[in-house]
Every structure is written in C-alpha cells, then in structure tokens.
C-alpha cells in the first residue's frame, strides 16, 4: 500500500510567490517523521524540512514551512517567496520508529518558477 | 568536508559488465542506504545497513550485493548488469533508532548501453 501520496500535476509558481505542495501519508506507527527534500535538475536530494509526528508546533526552516495536520495525515510543505532557484522535484516521504527506518517517497512534484 | 560522498558520479558501462559503487559518509552516523530512482524519478529503497549488519532488502536481483566494510562504508557492487539497471542510485546515511533526517549522497548515475 503506499504510504506517500502526491497527486498535485506540475506547477508553475510565480517569482516572489508561495506555493504549497501537497502530501498525505498513512500510518499506524505513532511515533513518525515527515520530510521533505529538493531534487534540483542537478540531481542531488537536499534535505528542507522535518517534522516529528509529536511535535505540537509547524516545523518552520527559512522560507520552507510545514502545514502538519495529524488528524488529517497531510504534512503540506509551504514556500514563501518563491525564487528561481526554488524551480525542482519536491518530494515527501516518512519514516516510522518500527518501519526499520526506511524513507518512504511520495512520486514527487515539479514546481518551475517563473519570473 | 562533504557529509555523505560517493563515487563515481557518473558510470556509462556495457550490459553484462559487473561495476561497483562506493559510498562514505563522516557524520558518525550508524545506518547507510541504498536507494534506485528510476526514470520516472521514483526512489525506492533496496538495501540498509546497521553496524555493518543487513537489516533491509527489499525485492532486489541478487546481481546487486551491497559490502559494509564498516559502519562508515556501504558499497554496492552490480554484477551482470542490465539495460534495466540504468538509474540514479543514491546513498543515505542516519541514525538508528530515531525518526531523524536521512542524509543523501549526491548519486550516481548508471547507464548501461
């Protein structure tokens, strides 16, 4: 079953804009996390984002946010001020305490910002 | 002082040839990785390492036999390999035990001809 999902198509974001990129995830580990990570056209995996699934606050790391709504399972990532060099693949994933610590990817979002 | 290396970049190799790939990470972290991102750039892990002990392997060829020489080092070497094999193969590293952040190396990217 998978546990990632990222259904939004491709986006194109205006410069200086936000955009918000979803992801729901499915569970039954209590104790979890939830990142998110870049993948530039240069092709490395860059590391933005993490949340803990007991966390009571919205991770927050510059411009990057996380929208954590438990109850929901979605862990949307917010991008404040879009800049072109935010232009990627975006990827979701979660690792659960008792899932042998494997990451588990969603199928990744395009965003292209514009100028 | 990169964090998670590995070599080579890039590998362009005829089928049937047997390569390897080596990975390093310095972050004293006690678990590596080794993901496939396939050409619709979905990742998916194969193997994990903990203290050089196998802990994950997923439904991989056994043409693929990752070697922890220690905990520092997980290597993959490919024998045979196949049209099909052609990828991004990326390297991770953590920490065990937690719900911490994965590490990535920046890849490499495998072309079999």
């Known amino acids: 079953a998978q546990k990632i999902t990222q259904t939004q198509p491709g986006m194109f974001v205006q410069e200086k804009e936000a955009v918000t990129l979803d992801c729901t995830y499915d569970t039954s580990d209590p104790s979890y996390g939830l990142f998110w990570y870049k993948q530039p056209s240069s092709g490395e995996m860059i590391f933005l984002i993490y949340q803990g699934s007991y966390d009571q606050q919205n991770a927050t790391e510059g411009r990057y946010s996380l929208n954590f709504q438990k109850a929901r399972k979605s862990a949307n990532l917010v991008i404040s001020a879009s800049q072109l060099g935010d232009s990627a693949m975006y990827f979701c994933a979660m690792r659960e305490l008792y899932g042998n610590n494997r990451l588990a990817f969603g199928k990744g979002n395009q965003v292209v910002v514009i100028p | 002082d990169t964090a998670v290396s590995q070599t080579p970049k890039y590998l362009v190799t005829q089928m049937g040839n047997d390569k390897s790939i080596k990975c390093e990470q310095n972050?004293?972290?006690?678990?590596m990785y080794w993901y496939k991102q396939d050409s619709k750039k979905f990742l998916k892990i194969m193997f994990s390492?903990?203290?050089?002990?196998?802990?994950i392997n997923e439904t991989v060829p056994n043409r693929f036999s990752p070697k922890s020489p220690d905990k520092a080092h997980l290597n993959l070497h490919i024998n045979s390999l196949e049209l099909g094999d052609s990828a991004v193969y990326f390297c991770?590293?953590?920490?065990?035990?937690?719900?911490?952040?994965?590490?990535f190396g920046p890849g490499t990217r495998l072309l079999v001809l």
């Open positions: 390492y903990n203290n050089k002990e196998l802990i």
């Open positions: 991770a590293s953590s920490r065990t035990g937690t719900v911490e952040t994965q590490y």
């Open positions: 972050l004293g972290h006690d678990t």
